[in-house]
């Protein structure tokens, strides 16, 4: 059985569906590339699942350690290249709290580093992850 079923619904715009929940997700082509733009773009959803994973394997790894990572949050910026057409580099901010100890610090992010994501990309993808502590 699949776990994505997708359809095209036309005019640059995609449908896909979880098979095991029903959610379903949208997709437009971008306004600099023919399309709506009133949905996440193909590459935007490679950028955004980017984000998810390396925010799961550190959730994974502070469960593991007590910790409570429920406040942190993160901005992702693509971009893109031209010739070919392809996103050229990532860029992620993620915001911790900063009474996450040294010890923990490099757990989280040597583990979001090695998330299924990062390491599926293409190296010719440039991945650069910050990490911000504060109160």
């Not at 409570?68 to 992702?76: E, G, H, I, R, Y």
Request: glycine share 6%; charged share 20%; hydrophobic share 40%.
């Amino acid at each position: 059985m699949s776990t994505i079923t997708a359809r095209y619904a036309g005019q640059l715009r995609t449908e896909a569906t979880h098979a095991a929940s029903g959610n379903t997700i949208l997709t437009d082509a971008p306004t600099d590339n023919q399309g709506r733009g009133e949905a996440f773009s193909p590459t935007d959803l490679v950028c955004a699942a980017l984000g998810s994973c390396m925010m799961t394997i550190m959730g994974i790894v502070a469960d593991r350690h007590g910790l409570d990572l429920t406040a942190v949050s993160w901005d992702t910026t693509k971009h893109m290249l031209s010739e070919p057409r392809r996103i050229g580099q990532i860029d992620l901010t993620f915001r911790l709290p900063a009474s996450l100890p040294e010890k923990e610090r490099a757990l989280l992010e040597r583990a979001a580093k090695t998330c299924p994501v990062a390491l599926s990309l293409n190296p010719e993808i440039k991945q650069q992850v910050q990490f911000l502590y504060s109160e």
